[in-house]
């Protein structure tokens, strides 16, 4: 009862209820008490196991021991004092040694502030004002990267986004063709691009494409920019341009770069990052790109960040996720098999989806998953959730360093559980 009291008296005093608005659950939300490794407890005693790991910020796991001790210590220390301090650095030349594309990393408060930066950093050096980016990726909130984000739609998905703004913002298919087809507008001085193509379900991105992609902004001439804040030390600890070798100018990072705590990054070429410095004066200011932001790099993330690094770096983190991973596709697309349900389990490193229907991958995007019936989406996640099983929006799932076979095992039972009553109840076929 207490979840369901708590809602209450958060829909009076919150908007919705809530602070995100995917955390919004009918008939009331589910208020987490504490979490450890892969496992949480909410308000009222309920164990899940965590498939939504801090919107995929939680790598290693819920409360690592390291990450905690840090923080412990730094905040005996100094919280917050709107100082440059030590930490901050070691935690840039750690960005810097993983990530192919860094040789210089300036920290924000956010992921969504990331991907502002970067898009001001992309104008200034090319001196154009208008950006080109792929239909249905994600790259937060704000103003200048929500045209688009919603599959099957060159709008913006919110009120608010003055015209002018929309104007300067262009959308193509996640295909080279289409990139390349868009970058005929002289106007476009940059690109960015989700690394993985894998927001809320869809396919994610062959890495011929995203090398296409590359190419094609590579011989525009722009300003390319990879969005890394899902794949940033998840497809391994130099992100998805590491493991793959393909390189933007620009990389945003935010979630696991924090070691889980609330934070950002941008790191990129010297000489775009280098417009952020105090001393680099263009048509009369300086700096040329002005940043601020109070917490940036606070003392606070830092030391988490710091003592999350070494243990991102070495690959085992990454190698236990993926493996936990591929172990829940596998038991869901046999369970649904063994069923009879027409459904696929599908995704990349850590990351696993499921759609319900019939099809191939080929066919398969952001307008699908989107596009699968509310009762549907609803069931399935009420339907593991009641089962102590949490799972992130729409049908996706991810796993971390702390999953391990027993726990993926046991969400397999509740998998196959809650099929049985999604065809009980006439939701599948």
């Not at 589910?30 to 005693?45: I, L, N, Q, Y």
């Not at 927001?199 to 001439?221: C, F, I, K, Q």
């Not at 940043?291 to 243990?311: D, E, I, Q, R, W």
């Not at 049908?395 to 039972?413: Q, V, Y």
Request: glycine content about 10%; hydrophobic content about 40%.
């Amino acid at each position: 009862m207490k979840n369901q009291n708590l809602s209450t008296r958060a829909r009076a005093a919150l908007p919705g209820g809530v602070s995100h608005e995917l955390r919004y659950r009918d008939p009331y939300s589910v208020f987490t008490d504490r979490a450890s490794g892969a496992e949480k407890w909410d308000v009222d005693g309920r164990r899940y196991i965590d498939f939504k790991m801090g919107s995929a910020s939680q790598m290693l796991g819920h409360c690592h021991p390291a990450i905690v001790e840090a923080i412990q210590k730094q905040a005996e220390r100094s919280i917050f004092s709107a100082d440059c301090h030590a930490a901050e650095v070691e935690w840039a030349e750690w960005v810097n040694r993983l990530y192919p594309s860094a040789e210089r990393t300036r920290f924000t408060a956010s992921g969504t502030e990331a991907t502002m930066l970067a898009l001001r950093l992309g104008r200034a050096h090319s001196g154009k004002d208008h950006v080109l980016r792929v239909e249905a990726h994600f790259h937060g909130w704000h103003d200048h990267a929500l045209k688009g984000a919603k599959p099957g739609s060159d709008q913006a998905p919110s009120l608010g986004i003055p015209g002018a703004i929309n104007d300067l913002i262009h959308i193509c298919a996640a295909s080279p063709r289409a990139m390349e087809s868009a970058l005929q507008d002289e106007r476009i001085g940059t690109v960015i691009i989700e690394a993985s193509g894998a927001n809320y379900g869809s396919v994610p991105m062959a890495t011929e494409t995203l090398r296409a992609l590359h190419d094609v902004a590579r011989a525009a001439g722009v300003v390319l920019i990879f969005d890394e804040i899902i794949t940033g030390f998840r497809w391994s600890p130099g992100g998805r341009q590491a493991r793959d070798g393909i390189l933007p100018d620009l990389t945003t990072l935010a979630k696991i770069v924090t070691g889980g705590l609330p934070g950002g990054a941008i790191c990129g070429r010297a000489d775009i990052m280098e417009l952020l410095n105090n001393t680099t004066e263009r048509n009369g200011i300086a700096p040329a790109v002005s940043h601020k932001g109070t917490f940036n790099g606070s003392p606070l993330v830092a030391a988490g960040a710091c003592a999350a690094m070494p243990l991102l770096a070495s690959g085992e983190a990454q190698r236990q996720a993926d493996a936990m991973a591929a172990r829940m596709r596998g038991g869901m697309n046999t369970a649904m098999a063994e069923q009879g349900v027409a459904g696929i389990a599908y995704g990349e490193s850590s990351i696993f989806h499921v759609y319900f229907g019939r099809g191939s991958l080929d066919g398969l995007g952001p307008a699908e998953i989107r596009g699968l019936p509310k009762p549907t989406v609803k069931a399935y996640r009420d339907g593991m959730l009641s089962r102590g099983v949490d799972m992130m929006a729409y049908t996706s799932g991810l796993t971390s360093a702390a999953h391990t076979p027993d726990l993926i095992d046991e969400a397999l039972i509740a998998f196959g559980a809650t099929l049985s009553d999604m065809i009980r109840d006439g939701v599948l076929e």
